[in-house]
T-cell receptor, first 112, second 115 residues
Framework: GEDVEQSLFLSVREGDSSVINCTYTDSSSTYLYWYKQEPGAGLQLLTYIFSNMDMKQDQRLTVLLNKKDKHLSLRIADTQTGDSAIYFCAESSPDSNYQLIWGAGTKLIIKP | GAGVSQSPSNKVTEKGKDVELRCDPISGHTALYWYRQSLGQGLEFLIYFQGNSAPDKSGLPSDRFSAERTGGSVSTLTIQRTQQEDSAVYLC?????????????FGPGTRLTVL
């Protein structure tokens, strides 16, 4: 079946940029998503990108999509302590009947 | 407006007992999903409803797990004869599933502890 992979942990200093990476195998992915899960809370959609786009920017968040390499990244500029969370990458495609295929999540750790 | 709600927020039960978890999706959302998240783990898909029917039950871990949805709205996930390995956070999500997109809105989850 299709797969989405992410590193389990990322540690950055407060004020630096964080880049969370994700790779996927489904070549027919149409939408790719980033969700955020804060401690003890449910998942919250941060942003998403349609597969015909290379980049999407929303305030401190920048999503880059390299469709050829099936690589998605989420850049958080000026990382703050409130950005501490687990970030999940997910993709959907017609082949999976638009079910979301989830990565395992990347825990972002902020160092003072 | 109101988001996805789940009840109870916490449930502690003894091994062998049955439990029922409830999910109230966002009004008008046609699709409803159940996931399980064990401590420190990612999301494990359990079951998906489109309206009242479940086209995809492939994630249910055993026949002790069942789910239903009535009136295209509220869903109940039932776990019979609970085991300790069932301990996890059970997350529900809903979406207005449309062609090409599937933005899912999540509830806060039910934390199940089986002693």
């Amino acid at each position: 079946g299709e797969d989405v992979e992410q590193s389990l942990f990322l540690s950055v200093r407060e004020g630096d940029s964080s880049v969370i990476n994700c790779t996927y195998t489904d070549s027919s992915s149409t939408y790719l998503y980033w969700y955020k899960q804060e401690p003890g809370a449910g998942l919250q959609l941060l942003t998403y990108i349609f597969s015909n786009m290379d980049m999407k920017q929303d305030q401190r968040l920048t999503v880059l999509l390299n469709k050829k390499d099936k690589h998605l990244s989420l850049r958080i500029a000026d990382t703050q302590t409130g950005d501490s969370a687990i970030y999940f990458c997910a993709e959907s495609s017609p082949d999976s009947n638009y079910q979301l295929i989830w990565g395992a999540g990347t825990k972002l750790i902020i160092k003072p | 407006g109101a988001g996805v709600s789940q009840s109870p927020s916490n449930k502690v039960t003894e091994k062998g007992k049955d439990v029922e978890l409830r999910c109230d999706p966002i009004s008008g959302h046609t699709a409803l999903y159940w996931y399980r998240q064990s401590l420190g783990q990612g999301l494990e898909f359990l079951i998906y409803f489109q309206g009242n029917s479940a086209p995809d039950k492939s994630g249910l871990p055993s026949d002790r797990f069942s789910a239903e949805r009535t009136g295209g709205s509220v869903s109940t996930l039932t776990i019979q004869r609970t085991q300790q390995e069932d301990s996890a956070v059970y997350l529900c999500a809903s979406s207005f599933r449309e062609l090409g997109g599937n933005e899912q809105f999540f509830g806060p989850g039910t934390r199940l502890t089986v002693l």
